[in-house]
């Protein structure tokens, strides 16, 4: 039997920003229709949007939000108080609670960004049914692990050292797609990441995927055998490319770039649906 699959992503506005002015509700919208026309969900499987309350209380009285929420089976709103600042609203994604409950444990889940669109059945992701006696991650690779958008900013002369003793040519990995299964342990990963995060006052260019990368350095080279990580094949995600521009195995579209800046990642993600519409 093919497991559950838990799709969630995370929408917020920061203190102090008018939340009618936010340029990422479009592009959630457009999120949601994505997953309504290709994801193939199923009654099994859910769909989460981590939220601040300020924001949600916002779109809850849009017909647009309500028609496609309704379209998609076991739609669910995890709300969070507004955050601060994009370190913190990012940080989000990494709360498990009201994500992982004891009645899913064992489902896929996959993480995605707002402005990752799929465009193919998610369940291609994970072909492999795979056991349950251990955590699986699901990583995207991209640029080398030690570059300063990974863990450059962060590793010591000593994991600099490890890294390229052991495992030279090792990717970095995106902290906008990244999936598990069996969340025995996900908890363990997570909290590395959220204590990474706190005593880290630099702020990075890529927000928190210095972190995420940490955590992986930590679990693939010194607590070794706690995960078992999956490298996605790069065929299933386009980056920064349209869907006439993809092969049959692409799954998702990644359009990705400079963080927190709106209307560079509107401009793509809205020229990917009128050229899906022509």
């Not at 992701?125 to 692990?145: A, C, Q, S, V």
């Not at 010591?156 to 069996?182: Q, R, T, V």
């Amino acid at each position: 039997m093919t497991s559950p699959v838990v799709i969630y992503t995370n929408l917020f506005t920061l203190e102090g920003r008018d939340e009618k002015k936010n340029k990422y509700i479009v592009m959630y919208y457009v999120w949601l229709l994505y997953i309504i026309k290709y994801a193939h969900l199923t009654e099994s499987d859910q769909c989460i949007t981590q939220i601040d309350s300020v924001t949600f209380a916002h779109i809850k009285t849009s017909l647009l939000f309500n028609m496609l929420s309704k379209r998609i089976p076991n739609f669910k709103v995890v709300e969070y108080n507004q955050p601060r600042n994009i370190k913190d609203g990012i940080l989000q994604r990494y709360y498990m609670n009201g994500i992982v409950d004891s009645s899913n444990t064992l489902s896929y889940f996959i993480h995605l960004d707002i402005d990752v669109l799929v465009i193919n059945n998610i369940r291609n992701m994970f072909k492999n049914d795979l056991d349950n006696n251990g955590t699986t991650i699901y990583l995207r690779p991209e640029e080398h692990i030690l570059g300063s958008n990974y863990y450059g900013e962060l590793a010591s002369d000593e994991d600099k050292a490890l890294i390229m003793s052991k495992c030279p040519n090792l990717p970095g990995f995106s902290a906008g797609i990244f999936g598990w299964k069996n969340s025995k342990d996900i908890d363990d990963f997570f909290k590395f990441i959220l204590a990474k995060a706190k005593e880290t006052d630099k702020e990075l260019y890529t927000v928190e995927q210095p972190f995420f990368n940490a955590a992986v350095f930590n679990y693939f080279f010194k607590k070794i055998g706690i995960f078992r990580f999956n490298i996605l094949s790069p065929n299933i995600v386009g980056h920064n490319i349209f869907s006439i521009q993809a092969n049959s195995e692409t799954i998702l579209l990644n359009f990705c770039g400079i963080p927190g800046d709106e209307e560079f990642h509107l401009n793509k993600i809205l020229t990917q649906l009128i050229l899906t519409a022509l």
